[in-house]
């Protein structure tokens, strides 16, 4: 009879609730405990500049070097990037490596672009590997000082488990807080650059080709009859060309 009480039932059901309380309490702990015990200390070891890849940068980079009169060591190596994803990032470009055979009298095509997607595993561009130091160290982007560890705008991410920084001991309270705050930062910062970027891009490229037919236009009207004619006969030979091999490959 015991066992059908309303009152027993209440009794069993109140202890399990307070056990399953627990339960999530001590998940919650231990889940704090797990995020608390992440330390680094960057060992010099130079692994993740040598194979960086492109380095995003912000507004905040760009301010800062604004601000210490440095922007125009930097525009060498600026490059814009269209990710897979759609979003559009200002970068550090990492430079073509020289294959083996390749010198100062190997020709190059200077509108030969080498793609980013075969770069990703390239060095940074300042970073001189002879001497393992980093040519830009008080003036290194947002990217750079919060490495290995990036935020996503709701958790902290390790993007670089194999860092060899990783676990090392000597990271304060301080520090660690220090670099969150970086992070996050850098999220704000790149999500900032991330909506601007593309509609900067369309605003100059628009510019930048009313600026370019306006000169066409310009250059027309300062030729002779005699040059204009020729033009003429040289663009009317080329659609001439043109037609004739669209009719063949059909």
């Keep these: 009879m015991s066992e059908n009480n309303?009152?027993?039932?209440?009794?069993?059901?109140?202890?399990?609730s307070e056990v399953k309380?627990?339960?999530?309490?001590?998940t919650i702990e231990t889940e704090?405990?797990?995020?608390?015990?992440?330390?680094?200390?960057?060992?010099?070891?130079?692994e993740c500049c040598m194979s960086r890849g492109p380095i995003p940068i912000t507004f905040w980079d760009l301010e800062m070097w604004a601000k210490n009169g440095v922007v125009a060591n930097f525009m060498p190596y600026l490059d814009i990037y269209q990710k897979p994803d759609g979003t559009i990032d200002l970068i550090l470009k990492p430079l073509v490596p020289v294959k083996e055979g390749e010198g100062e009298t190997t020709p190059k095509d200077p509108f030969d672009s080498i793609p980013i997607e075969e770069l990703l595993e390239v060095?940074?561009?300042?970073?001189?590997?002879?001497?393992?130091?980093?040519?830009?160290?008080?003036?290194?982007?947002?990217s750079c000082r919060t490495y290995?560890?990036?935020?996503?705008?709701?958790?902290?991410?390790v993007v670089d488990a194999d860092?060899?920084?990783?676990?090392?001991?000597?990271?304060?309270?301080e520090d660690l807080a220090e670099m969150r705050e970086t992070a996050k930062r850098m999220h704000y910062e790149l999500?900032?650059?991330r909506i601007a970027l593309p509609v900067l891009n369309q605003i100059v490229s628009t510019n930048f080709m009313k600026m370019l037919m306006k000169q066409q236009?310009?250059?027309?009207?300062?030729?002779?009859?005699?040059?204009?004619?020729?033009l003429d006969e040289i663009f009317k030979k080329q659609a001439e060309t043109n037609e004739h091999d669209h009719e063949h490959e059909l």
């Design 21 to 26: 309380e627990a339960e999530t309490e001590e």
């Design 148 to 157: 290995p560890l990036e935020f996503d705008g709701k958790n902290f991410i």
């Design 6 to 16: 309303p009152e027993n039932q209440k009794s069993e059901e109140k202890e399990d």
């Design 191 to 193: 999500t900032r650059m």
């Design 163 to 173: 860092c060899p920084g990783i676990g090392e001991e000597g990271m304060t309270k």
């Design 32 to 46: 704090k405990e797990v995020k608390t015990k992440f330390t680094f200390k960057c060992t010099r070891c130079d």
């Design 217 to 230: 236009m310009e250059a027309m009207s300062k030729m002779s009859d005699d040059d204009k004619a020729k």
């Design 123 to 142: 060095k940074c561009p300042l970073y001189n590997k002879d001497d393992k130091k980093c040519l830009i160290y008080d003036n290194r982007p947002l």
